[in-house]
């Protein structure tokens, strides 16, 4: 059974940082590209940031370039995403998805991220 899992959601005030951990289970997770989407009520689902199987290259939505940070220990089944001078309008429920070529798709339940004073 596929599992990923979020954690290291909150509460945080403008400025401030949070790291958000996805560990995955059941699937060959150094095959799968990794993302991190947020959704904030009543928006779309957006994606913020991929990274590779291999780790070597990233894409970011550009409101999260400069700010946010992907990484994944594909030793630890899991992918980061490291989010530096937070502002209100990043609030949102993050997701973890897995995703390969000409495989299946996986997501998270997702974790609640809450930028606010």
């Known amino acids: 059974q596929v599992q990923l899992v979020e954690s290291g959601g909150g509460l945080v005030p403008p400025g401030g940082s949070l790291r958000l951990s996805c560990a995955a289970s059941?699937?060959?997770?150094?095959?799968?590209?990794m993302s991190w989407y947020r959704q904030a009520p009543g928006n779309e689902r957006e994606l913020v940031a991929t990274?590779?199987?291999?780790?070597?290259?990233?894409k970011y939505r550009d409101s999260a370039k400069g700010r946010f940070t992907i990484s994944r220990d594909n030793a630890k089944n899991t992918v980061y995403l490291h989010m530096n001078s937070l502002k209100p309008e990043d609030t949102a429920v993050y997701y973890c998805?897995?995703?390969?070529?000409?495989?299946?798709?996986?997501w998270g339940k997702g974790t609640l991220v809450t930028v606010s004073s």
């Open positions: 998805n897995a995703a390969r070529i000409g495989g299946s798709i996986y």
């Open positions: 059941g699937i060959f997770f150094s095959s799968y590209a």
């Open positions: 990274i590779n199987s291999g780790g070597g290259s990233t």
